[in-house]
């Protein structure tokens, strides 16, 4: 089946400095794949996505390109502020029948960013 | 704009007792979902549904039932709550299954089993 893997957290890093969060993937066919990120006490919002091989997936400073070859789908940003403090989770979207619709998330890298 | 709203937001239950977590969305969107979030595992789909009168499961379905009269409302029922159901739970929907439309999130409900 589908599943995803990130790198673990917590990720400290101070104001400014720049930020990869590894994610990598396994699914059958060409599946969606998403960043969300979640802020202390809410739910889940969608940060970028990307749908097909080569895509970039961009919002807020973020980025992260859809990675065929190496089934990977990282993000990055080049300068993180105090507010980007969150829980951050890769998701794939499967498109295959018994996965169809169905978001599969990884684990959540906790991000701490320090003045 | 309300999008996707939970009831309640915090739960303390003991164990073999029932309840139902409430799920509203106003944006007349066909797919719903359950999921529960546990720390070192992200977030693992209980049950889904494509639409109104239509409700299958997801990954962890055991112990949870759900039904989906209309297309607003999608209640998550715990039967008879055991402490491996403490967790938080949200609920999600996106306008369907088979395009790429983001999934809108509730803001949980955190519910403690004792």
């Known amino acids: 089946g589908n599943s995803v893997t990130q790198m673990e957290g917590p990720v400290t890093l101070s104001e400014e400095a720049f930020l990869t969060i590894n994610c990598t993937y396994t699914?059958?066919?060409?599946?969606?794949l998403f960043w969300y990120v979640q802020y202390p006490g809410e739910g889940l919002q969608l940060l970028l996505k990307?749908?097909?091989?080569?895509d970039k997936g961009s919002n807020k400073g973020f980025e992260a390109t859809y990675r065929k070859e190496t089934t990977s789908f990282h993000l990055e940003k080049g300068s993180v502020q105090v507010s980007d403090s969150a829980v951050y989770f890769c998701a794939l979207r499967g498109l295959t029948t018994d996965s169809w619709g169905k978001l599969q998330f990884g684990a959540g890298t906790q991000v701490v960013v320090t003045p | 704009n309300a999008g996707v709203t939970q009831t309640p937001k915090f739960q303390v239950l003991k164990t073999g007792q029932s309840m139902t977590l409430q799920c509203a969305q106003d944006?007349?969107?066909?797919?719903m979902s359950w999921y529960r979030q546990d720390p070192g595992m992200g977030l693992r789909l209980i049950h889904y549904?494509?639409?109104?009168?239509?409700?299958d499961q997801g990954e962890v379905p055991n112990g949870y039932n759900v039904s989906r009269s209309t297309t607003e409302d999608f209640p998550l029922r715990l039967l008879s709550a055991a402490p491996s159901q403490t967790s938080v739970y949200f609920c999600a929907s996106s306008l369907d299954s088979y395009s790429n439309q983001p999934q809108h999130f509730g803001d949980g409900t955190r519910l403690s089993i004792l």
């Open positions: 944006m007349n969107h066909e797919y």
């Open positions: 699914a059958t066919g060409y599946p969606s």
């Open positions: 990307a749908t097909k091989a080569d």
């Open positions: 549904s494509v639409g109104a009168g239509i409700t």
